[in-house]
């Protein structure tokens, strides 16, 4: 079992403290209410560039066909819709490949459903609601997990890895991206400006819930540095770990290899 001590975050809801048994409940109730603006609070939160930063994100896992990719906290469908695409570059006849999409909120996968019924991929991906603690899947049946702006709302945070791990196949690969730490002091505080003042201010006015996007906001602070996530990855067992900072760090891809 893993220590509270070693997952101090699951005593925190942003700034506040809470009980850990309280807080999957709470971060639900966030992405209840944000759902319909999901890509509108990323645009705000990324200042617009978290677009790009998926697109390299998926770059970097280089799909292909055959493979088990498993999308966790990806319910809106923007990893697993740029997947597929990838693979569509390849021969009809190639081997065909399973993307799993898993989230924890329901609200989160209709959204999701809804986006992929628009563009036609309705019956391209299996849907899955799940906690990314307890992942209903088998041992060492996936080959590619992602999780993208999704372990920092994860109560905690080495279970949920541990659980990557479990289910990823021998020479399977993890790929995270999250915010992170910015690495110049000048944008540090810039991005810290940005983040305190703008940021609560356009969400009040454009989506009428300023404090499920304060929350959003004080996650980032309470989540692990850089060199913090690649030791907490590497603990669980995985291999060759490696950070990729994005845009100064506000972003960073965490990969890593289950040798």
Request: net charge neutral.
């Amino acid at each position: 079992m893993t220590s509270n001590h070693q997952n101090k975050e699951s005593r925190w809801f942003g700034n506040r403290a809470v009980d850990p048994e309280e807080k999957t409940g709470l971060v639900r109730g966030v992405f209840d209410s944000v759902a319909d603006n999901y890509d509108l609070m990323n645009d705000l939160m990324s200042l617009g560039i978290h677009r790009p930063w998926k697109d390299s994100f998926v770059r970097m896992i280089r799909p292909r066909p055959g493979l088990n990719y498993l999308d966790v906290a990806g319910g809106t469908g923007d990893i697993a819709f740029r997947i597929y695409k990838k693979l569509q570059q390849f021969p009809e006849t190639a081997k065909p490949s399973q993307i799993t999409l898993l989230d924890l909120n329901p609200n989160m996968l209709s959204v999701g459903r809804d986006r992929a019924m628009d563009k036609g991929l309705g019956t391209s991906f299996d849907w899955v609601c799940g906690n990314a603690e307890y992942l209903p899947l088998e041992d060492n049946s996936q080959d590619v997990y992602t999780i993208a702006f999704g372990l920092r709302n994860v109560t905690h945070i080495d279970t949920a890895l541990s659980e990557a791990f479990r289910v990823l196949k021998p020479g399977g690969r993890f790929f995270c991206l999250e915010f992170s730490k910015v690495q110049i002091p000048v944008m540090d505080r810039i991005y810290d400006v940005y983040s305190d003042n703008v940021i609560p201010l356009l969400e009040e006015k454009v989506a009428g819930d300023r404090d499920s996007y304060q929350y959003l906001v004080e996650s980032i602070r309470q989540f692990p540095s850089q060199e913090q996530l690649k030791r907490r990855v590497e603990a669980v067992g995985f291999k060759t770990c490696s950070v990729k900072n994005l845009s100064f760090g506000i972003a960073a891809i965490h990969s890593a290899v289950k040798a």
